[in-house]
């Protein structure tokens, strides 16, 4: 179920309520599929919660010696399990700069990293998760039918999919970004994996995921779809994607998997004791005010707006338990500080999260 009261969480892309309504309400075929997904998830939470330490990187940040960033590039493994829940994969099937496999899990694997690594430098100057050159590894082909992926404090582990519901989870650009930027917000700001943090730190994924995928398809904020996880969904779900950061909740729709449960606004402020606290759900309201924010100042979402949101999660005020309100502060402080405290960045922030609630 990818959850757990820890920084070191394992973070999965599909929330557990998901994969449970599967359980109840899928049919026969996809029961034991899903319960075996949140099995495999549990277990694997435990590992994560009893080895994980802290993020570190085995090359150093790169300077020269007047102290400029050397441009440094991507170091990606990819690994097969063969349909086995081994991760890291046993068999290594692309390096750093191979040619592409064929196999299209793996090349999309790769070229997600790549993606990624490409948003952070090219538009913050960050040198991978951990800005010394983190390698970036990758496991495809994990389990059999698994649906889902996930960041596991080292690496990216993917599913397959079930094939009745859900492709493979390779083929969401978004979601690669997603999930690495879990590694990115665990090394900075500690965001606790619960309540209104939780949903912070599953906004803040959602946000890059999303600014990786407009930038890799040379979208600006006014022709992005603003969809987490477009793709995933097989024509038999009733539905465009995961979740929508421009109107949370609508999603969507299906007889299996239930309604898209996210709010936009704090007034439909979700309280629950699953999903920690509603870590995947309340996140609509923060992505939607991203979404105001980025559209209101226009461009590139990447640049100005994207900027904001980055220099905010590296901020000494953002911390392990910091809310919604204390995360908006710290918002309209950044767009203040680099644009000007009457700027047309700042005001468009401060109404972003005025307009979904947040004082």
Request: glycine letters at 12%; zero cysteines; proline letters at 2%.
């Given at each position: 179920m990818c959850m757990l009261t820890h920084r070191h969480s394992l973070h999965c892309i599909l929330p557990p309520y998901i994969l449970s309504r599967i359980a109840e309400h899928g049919p026969p075929e996809l029961r034991g599929t899903a319960i075996r997904a949140l099995l495999v998830d549990s277990s694997i939470r435990i590992v994560r919660a009893t080895t994980a330490g802290p993020v570190s990187g085995s090359v150093a940040r790169l300077r020269s010696a007047a102290g400029n960033i050397v441009t440094p590039s991507p170091l990606r493994t990819i690994r097969d399990a063969g349909n086995k829940p081994e991760a890291p994969g046993a068999t290594v099937i692309r390096r750093e700069g191979d040619a592409p496999t064929g196999d299209p899990a793996a090349d999309e694997a790769y070229e997600g990293l790549g993606a990624t690594f490409a948003l952070f430098w090219e538009a913050?100057?960050?040198?991978?998760?951990?800005?010394?050159?983190?390698?970036?590894?990758?496991?495809?082909?994990?389990?059999?039918?698994?649906?889902?992926?996930?960041?596991?404090?080292?690496?990216?582990?993917?599913?397959?999919?079930?094939?009745?519901?859900?492709?493979?989870?390779?083929?969401?650009?978004?979601?690669?970004?997603?999930?690495?930027?879990?590694?990115?917000?665990?090394?900075?700001?500690?965001?606790?994996?619960?309540?209104?943090?939780?949903?912070?730190?599953?906004?803040?994924?959602?946000?890059?995921?999303?600014?990786?995928?407009?930038?890799?398809?040379?979208?600006?904020?006014?022709?992005?779809?603003?969809?987490?996880?477009?793709?995933?969904?097989?024509?038999?779900?009733?539905?465009?994607?995961?979740?929508?950061?421009?109107?949370?909740?609508?999603?969507?729709?299906d007889p299996v998997l239930g309604k898209d449960p996210q709010p936009a606004h704090m007034d439909d402020f979700v309280r629950t004791n699953q999903d920690n606290g509603g870590v995947h759900i309340n996140s609509g309201i923060p992505n939607r005010a991203f979404y105001l924010a980025a559209t209101a100042i226009g461009g590139n979402a990447w640049d100005r707006a994207g900027t904001i949101w980055y220099n905010a999660l590296l901020d000494p005020n953002v911390r392990a338990n910091t809310d919604f309100a204390a995360f908006a502060r710290v918002t309209v402080d950044v767009a203040g500080r680099l644009y000007g405290a009457g700027s047309a960045e700042a005001t468009a922030v401060g109404t972003a999260w005025s307009d979904v609630g947040v004082s």
């Open positions: 913050y100057h960050r040198n991978s998760i951990d800005d010394a050159g983190l390698p970036l590894d990758a496991t495809v082909h994990y389990d059999q039918d698994y649906d889902n992926a996930f960041w596991d404090g080292t690496q990216m582990v993917f599913g397959d999919g079930d094939g009745a519901l859900f492709n493979r989870f390779t083929l969401a650009l978004d979601v690669i970004g997603h999930e690495l930027t879990h590694g990115v917000t665990e090394k900075e700001a500690g965001l606790a994996y619960f309540n209104q943090s939780g949903a912070l730190n599953e906004s803040i994924s959602d946000v890059f995921g999303s600014l990786v995928k407009q930038k890799a398809l040379g979208q600006d904020a006014a022709t992005a779809d603003w969809l987490i996880g477009e793709g995933l969904f097989t024509p038999k779900v009733k539905g465009s994607a995961l979740r929508s950061m421009k109107a949370p909740g609508t999603a969507y729709d």
